[in-house]
């Protein structure tokens, strides 16, 4: 199996990996405030940010292998620092040909257009090398960033989920939305 490795002008998306564990644990170390509004923790109720971090990686690339998810980290070129995150988890094949996406940005590269350039790479290889036919992305109905980047990236809102996730302890309601890939 080719494993993918994108170029975009600012960053490098790579698989996540046993082999590059240390980077998610360094970017979620630095964004723990940032991302915990928004996102279902990382951390074990019993274990270390790191130990999680390197389970999340093992999980990562066993997705890989057996096709249920593509999840990437963006290095920055030069730095070599992790950037970005975007998650294509839950693959589904016939008939569905679907997954859904989820993603962050560091805090300190946040209203760049970062995000977008990372998401828009990895939708563009989900949707012409893996090629699915529907992408889907959730977000609170508060998380105004999220609904302009997917908004930006062609994203349409398709419904609301009453407590659909469980993020800080909270079942939060939830925005659906999805992205068709016509071409399949
Ligand atoms: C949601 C999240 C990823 C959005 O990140 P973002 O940086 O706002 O998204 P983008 O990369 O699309 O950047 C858009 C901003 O960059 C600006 N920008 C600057 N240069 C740009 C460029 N070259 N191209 C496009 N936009 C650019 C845009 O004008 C926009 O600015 P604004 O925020 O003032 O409106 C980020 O807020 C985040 O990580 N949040 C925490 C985790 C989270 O919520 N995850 C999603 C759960 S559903």
Known sequence: MNTPEIATPRCTLRLLSPHNAALLHAYKTRNQDHLSPWEPSTAQQNGSLAEACDLAAHRAWQGFMNGTSV???????????????????NIVRDPLQACHLGYSVDLQHQGRGLMREV???????????????????????????????????????????????KIAGNWEDMVLNALINQQV
């Open 71 to 89: 999840q990437f980290i963006a290095i920055e070129h030069g730095s070599q620092r992790m950037l970005a995150g975007c998650n294509f988890t």
């Open 119 to 165: 998401a828009q790479a990895g939708i563009d290889y989900m949707f012409h090398t893996v090629g699915l036919h529907r992408i889907m992305a959730n977000h609170m109905p508060d998380n105004i960033r999220s609904e302009r980047l997917l908004r930006a990236l062609g994203f349409e809102r398709e419904g609301y989920a009453r407590a659909y996730l």
